[in-house]
């Protein structure tokens, strides 16, 4: 290192000229000028083919001094020249020109404060040894010049006995030590670069000649380059002077064209017995199948994977399907470029969804799950994939794991070059919801108390007597994949529920229950999964009619459900159905819930035949003990047209009296009268109200029906209770005494 005109050095020239300057008035400090300049290469000596830091120091005077526009070329000598990569870093400002493997280093326009300092640096290397003397050049600014500075670096030859080898690709700059190697494909020749290391490792041994054993291994073995599987020889290459330590091994191939996920290449020198040197590349790499080949997805049926059935329906009707969110096999072989399995193939490819091609519009993506992957030969199976979503779509396999030892070297892609595996895209589907959930709407249903909103006083309902709805049960239907999340394509085209898939279940905590009056449900599908379930407006509910009982307080439980049925005429689709239903517990009466076993009693009448005839009739209701007058009853309606006479008798004949009733009974009482047959008529008649449908032993009536058949008794047959009440109404004749006719107080 050479040091000009240091601040302490007051005799050289150019520093005396500033001092007289300055006591003569004839410049200011800041026109003073640059102290020293110095040059060093760090290290001193390398070898060649390596690289040396050349720094270029320049000083300032003490303040107030600034120097500025500061400037110099420095010029190498042959050989000598920039680092490809030349690695400039400026402290001094302006601007610098060191191109790579360039011959000068150049400043301009640089400034530096008072009693400060500033350096250029940069990267220089030879490939050829030898002595190599530089000088700056002079170093001018506006505070005047200073320089040259010069140093000399030293570049030796090698013995040609490298340290280690090195592979890479070779697309590799000549001259590199190191580089990396990228993901390869089974059976498809690819070449690599190796190079004789000089000590150090960071430049190639330009003198090596000689054999060095060429090998690829398998990194994924042994803990280092000499334990490291073989996976195949590839000979010996010799290296000649010309090729200056670099020679380039081409057509590499792995014999069996097969799939490994960590290789290096292994030197060993000499060619021939025990080597003194082995070295692996320093970058590992894979060679990946070139495809993923003959995928195919099938289940055992709609709920469990197997082998059974393929899934490729993309119809929106009929078909295989297959529960959304349940597990289902795909199976694929992995094969190098020529189509043969690679039988080493044991990675864990991910299905990733492609298109959504059910339903038609509207479709949206599920979630996609691979599930964990076994490999044999080279076919690697899946048992536990799922897809989240209902309807079809299209599926790509693609490893992005298995060539993870070329992250970076190679782009993540299902390119040719790609360091990812990948299959082509298939259709799979049909996916149909796992199952259905039911939530009651907001508003709570309502039975109707005595059928019958228009009567002014309702507290009960009869047993057997239907009662109905004021408010209708409604549920909202939820679609669910078998994890319970929303299946948003289970609409349009592919909403499958029907009335017919209905399910209402009514239970009682007391009586049993007459559901025989139903009517269908209505199904309407809102989109995105979901949907409503609406009882029948028309439904009619009654406590089944067979013995006395006590009055008691209804207590009426509904679930309602679904079932998908349009499924089932494929073997192994099943029927989707409903694990949470809708629950309406104790649904309320609007008037009342008490419930009263009744009956119609109808008495036998006498009197003259000059006067109208009234005839007992009243309801009943059986209190746990007998049958007693229901004061409650302001609802029960009955016509003239339910009353049927017939057998007449002695000298009373149809039409000679006729039937009024009408409006509803008054605290259990109805209001019958027959109209007074007239002087010359009398004798009997018998009367029945029609209630309904009589029991075989019953009397039958045959007036037009009332349909009360809850008001039946157990008149005629004695056994049980559906017989119409009957009676007896007298004009004209004895009744005690053979002469008492009719008989009034007179007040």
């Known amino acids: 290192m050479n040091v000009l005109c240091h601040p302490q050095r007051t005799n050289c020239p150019h520093r005396r000229l500033a001092i007289l300057a300055l006591l003569f008035g004839l410049t200011s400090p800041a026109d003073a ?22 720094t270029i120091s320049i000083q300032n005077r003490p303040p107030p001094g600034v120097a500025a526009n500061i400037a110099f070329t420095d010029a190498y000598p042959s050989n000598l020249k920039n680092a490809a990569s030349p690695n400039v870093v400026n402290t001094c400002g302006g601007s610098v020109t060191a191109a790579p493997n360039g011959t000068s280093l150049s400043l301009a326009g640089g400034n530096i404060a008072g009693n400060q300092s500033c350096s250029v640096s940069v990267s220089v290397t030879s490939s050829i040894a030898g002595s190599y003397v530089n000088s700056t050049g002079t170093v001018t600014s506006s505070a005047g010049s200073v320089g040259p500075a010069t140093a000399s670096l030293t570049v030796t030859g090698t013995s040609g006995t490298p340290s280690g080898f090195n592979a890479f690709d070779v697309v590799t700059p000549a001259g590199s030590a190191s580089g990396t190697i990228g993901t390869k494909i089974a059976s498809v020749p690819f070449s690599l670069a190796v190079v004789a290391l000089q000590p150090g490792g960071t430049a190639v041994d330009t003198a090596f000649t000689g054999d060095v054993k060429i090998e690829l291994v398998d990194a994924s073995v042994g803990a280092g380059c000499g334990a490291h599987g073989l996976i195949h020889p590839l000979g010996t290459l010799g290296f000649s002077v010309t090729d200056a330590g670099r020679k380039t091994l081409a057509g590499i191939t792995e014999p069996n064209a097969n799939a490994w996920a960590n290789v290096r290449l292994r030197i060993s020198h000499p060619a021939t017995g025990a080597p003194s040197l082995i070295a692996c590349s320093g970058d590992n790499f894979a060679i990946r199948p070139a495809r993923l080949d003959g995928v195919i997805v099938r289940d055992a049926d709609s709920m469990t994977a197997g082998s059974a059935r393929v899934l490729a ?70 048992m536990t994939a799922s897809y989240s979503e209902v309807g079809a779509l299209t599926m790509q396999l693609q490893d992005q794991n298995f060539a993870s030892v070329d992250a970076g070297d190679t782009e993540a892609s299902c390119s040719a070059t790609g360091r990812y595996a990948c299959s082509v895209a298939i259709d799979v589907g049909r996916f149909v919801p796992d199952h259905f959930e039911l939530t009651p709407t907001a508003v709570p249903p309502q039975f109707k108390t005595f059928n019958d909103t ?12 239907p009662f109905g709805y004021v408010t209708v049960p409604e549920a909202t239907i939820t679609a669910r994949n078998a994890a319970g999340a929303l299946t948003l ?67 009426i439980d509904l679930s309602m459900s679904i079932q998908d049925l349009a499924e089932n005429g494929v073997s192994g689709n099943g029927t989707i159905d409903t694990t949470v239903p809708a629950q309406f517990s104790g649904i309320a009466f609007d008037a009342g819930n008490q419930i009263r076993f009744g009956l119609l009693a109808l008495s036998s009448a006498h009197g003259s035949e000059l006067l109208g005839l009234p005839v007992p009739i009243e309801t009943r209701y059986w209190n746990g003990s007998g049958f007693v007058r229901n004061t409650a009853d302001f609802c029960t309606q009955l016509s003239a047209a339910d009353v049927a006479l017939s057998n007449w008798q002695r000298d009373l004949n149809s039409p000679e009296t006729a039937v009024t009733l009408s409006g509803r009974f008054n605290g259990g009482r109805g209001n019958l009268r027959l109209s007074a047959p007239g002087a010359g008529n009398s004798g009997s008649v018998d009367l029945c109200i029609d209630l309904g449908s009589d029991s075989p032993g019953g009397a039958p009536c045959v007036a037009a029906s009332a349909d009360l058949s809850y008001l039946q008794g157990k ?33």
């Open 313 to 382: 329906n993309v119809s929106a009707s009929g078909g295989h399907v297959h529960r959304a969110g349940r597990p289902f096999r795909i199976e694929a072989t992995a094969r190098n470029a020529v189509g043969g399995a690679t039988s080493n193939y044991n990675g864990s490819p991910v299905a990733s969804p492609g298109a959504c091609l059910l339903p038609a519009s509207g479709c949206a993506l599920g979630v996609l799950t691979s599930g964990i992957w076994s490999a044999a030969s080279g076919v690697v199976t899946t």
């Open 454 to 465: 228009s009567c002014p006083a309702r507290s009960f309902t009869y047993v057997g007597q």
């Open 33 to 54: 000028d640059l102290v020293a300049v110095t040059k060093s290469f760090s290290p001193a000596a390398i070898a060649t083919g390596g690289s040396a830091t050349l």
């Open 489 to 555: 394509n289970y609409t349009g085209a592919l909403w499958k529920l029907v009335p017919l898939g209905t399910v209402q279940t009514y239970t009682a905590v007391t009586g049993a229950l007459d559901i025989g009056l139903l009517g269908a449900p209505t199904v309407t599908g809102s989109g995105g999964g979901v949907g409503t379930m609406t009882a029948n407006a028309a439904d009619e509910l009654a406590f089944l009619r067979s013995i006395p009982v006590a009055p008691f307080a209804a207590d």
């Open 715 to 747: 008149w005629a047959s004695g056994t049980t209770w559906d017989n119409d009440p009957v009676a007896r109404a007298s004009f004209g004749l004895h009744r005690g005494s053979r002469h008492l006719i009719y008989m009034r107080e007179m007040y």
